[in-house]
């Protein structure tokens, strides 16, 4: 069922067997997951089913480093979201952040879990291995295209040699026609459940721990409007992203002055984004004229295609994994009468013939201590205090986006793509946007000393407390993270399934 917090009465607690904190794609999967396997489930939502700039301000942050994109109705770059969520990269709605999302679709690669020498910090405790079976379920389930399939498809493999010859190598990612919406997707489900029940309105303020400090024995709520509500539960599922998870952590620091999970101070920090840039051109070449059907970015549904140096120039020049993705941009009128007068031959794919493409280029940013996420002095409305961001950069970032950069425009001319016209706008860490994926803020690791989660994403110190999301991510070297948080999603599910049992009565009221 779905409900408002202010719809409980005189009610001041539940209780469910399973807490999970965040409507968003992580926080949906595992919610539905463990309630259709007969668990107790109680969703925590902030926000409501519809929009309340009230509420998205407490998404508020002060930012002591670089800034990232806000609110701006006038972006062309997210034109096809309403205006007031233009530019905003956090989303306080029942379905979160899902309901600003694009809808791309991309597995992370076998060697972004392994140890780059080069790269402090890097490799996953985990493998490629331990995803790959909830890669694929979720493919099934969800209706995307088959991503192993469409790398083996003869255009591709192709087009992947020929590069391969210049030193590049290519990834696929699947685009959704409707991006995935998460109060869409499981709407009807969660009003159906009888083993779920999701509050919307109730803001996360705290989480209690018992006498011995290492289980989560309740979650503290508040509304807009003042109703306050404590849930209590058996096992407690963060899913809040990589912004909330770390600053609830921290604001819960009554038992724990430091916060929970935070004995070595590690909780906020490795914050890393994909800053990218999305102004520069590309004019096309003989092979991007060759395989123009495989560039093409419509219509959707439909596999896409980007592009990267291969790992043996990124390890021979110790550099981080920057992508790059091309969008057609198709010629008008005057262009093509030019082009004509020029001699120059037509780029054609399915769509028409195509003046230019569009350069998006994305790049890895390498995992730092500095670089982080803490509580500031200024409070909300709620009384909670703001998330300040400090996020920045390595000398390490700036020379492997400059020889990245380098490398591309040089093999890309070579082998035939295309030549780049950044004009008076290249790309620079000072100059580019942040991508919304807030990624390393709980990192997962093998001991406390080097992360906040373990390899199940149980919060190091605690026996009950989980998270779901791009917070646990190491590394985040390819672009487009959500697959990968609904395969961690779905593993975290199944091994809670493990280690919590039926429960046919999943609410009771005290």
């Known amino acids: 069922m779905i409900t408002d917090i202010l719809d409980m009465g005189e009610l001041t607690k539940l209780r469910g067997q399973v807490i999970v904190i965040g409507s968003g794609i992580a926080g949906a999967e595992v919610a539905t997951f463990l309630a259709r396997h007969g668990r107790g489930v109680i969703l925590l939502e902030s926000g409501r089913d519809k929009f309340d700039p009230s509420i998205q301000a407490l998404n508020d942050v002060i930012f002591v480093g670089k800034r990232h994109r806000e609110l701006n109705p006038d972006s062309y770059y997210h ?27 991309k597995y992370l690669q076998p060697s972004d879990f392994e140890v780059r020498p080069w790269v402090a910090y890097s490799g996953w405790p985990i493998p490629f291995a331990d995803l790959l079976e909830h890669y694929r379920s979720a493919a099934k389930d969800y209706g995307f295209g088959d991503l192993e399939a469409e790398a083996m ?52 303020t705290e989480l209690i721990l018992d006498e011995s400090c290492r289980r989560v024995t309740a979650v503290m709520c508040r509304s807009m409007e003042g109703r306050e509500l404590v849930v209590e539960g058996e096992t407690v599922i963060l899913a809040m992203g990589g912004f ?77 994994e920057h992508v790059l993705y ?120 093998n001991r406390p000393s080097e992360g906040v989660t373990d390899t199940n994403c149980r919060v190091f110190g605690t026996e009950n407390l989980y998270v779901a999301g791009s917070a646990v991510f190491p590394t985040g070297p390819s672009y487009s993270p959500t697959f990968t948080i609904l395969a961690l999603a779905r593993r975290l599910g199944q091994h809670l399934l493990q280690t919590t049992e039926k429960s046919a009565n999943y609410l009771q009221g005290v």
Not at 79 to 105: A, M
Not at 171 to 197: C, V
């Open 79 to 105: 034109r096809y979201l309403p205006p007031e969520l233009r530019g905003v990269s956090r989303v306080r709605q029942f379905g979160g952040t899902s309901n600003v999302w694009t809808g791309k679709w």
């Open 244 to 320: 909330e998870t770390p600053r609830l952590l921290l604001s819960s620091n009554r038992q724990i002055p430091a916060g929970i999970g935070n004995e070595h101070d590690l909780v906020g920090r490795f914050y890393t984004d994909h800053p990218k840039h999305h102004t520069g051109k590309l004019y096309p070449g003989h092979l991007a004229r060759q395989f123009a059907h495989e560039l093409q970015y419509g219509p959707k549904p439909r596999f896409c295609v980007c592009f990267a140096l291969d790992d043996q120039t990124q390890q021979e020049h110790e550099l981080l």
């Open 326 to 445: 091309l969008q057609p941009i198709y010629e008008r009128f005057a262009e093509r009468l030019w082009r004509k007068i020029q001699g120059r031959p037509a780029c054609r794919d399915g769509n028409g013939r195509i003046a230019s493409y569009r350069v998006k280029f994305v790049t890895e940013q390498a995992p730092q201590l500095s670089s982080r996420i803490k509580l500031g002095t200024e409070y909300d409305v709620l009384g909670q205090r703001k998330i300040e961001l400090d996020w920045c950069f390595t000398d390490h970032d700036r020379r492997s986006m400059a020889k990245t950069l380098e490398l591309l425009t040089q093999r890309f001319a070579k082998i035939g793509i295309g030549t780049f016209d950044f004009g008076d706008d290249p790309p620079s860490l000072e100059t580019m946007t942040d991508a919304a994926h807030q990624m390393g803020t709980t990192r997962m690791a």
């Open 153 to 204: 498809r003869s255009e591709i493999v192709a087009l992947r040699s020929k590069i391969a010859a210049g030193g590049l190598k290519l990834t696929s990612f699947y685009w959704e026609e409707t991006p995935t919406r998460t109060a869409i997707r499981f709407g009807d489900e969660m009003r159906r459940s009888k083993n779920l029940q999701v509050l919307l309105g109730a803001t996360a």
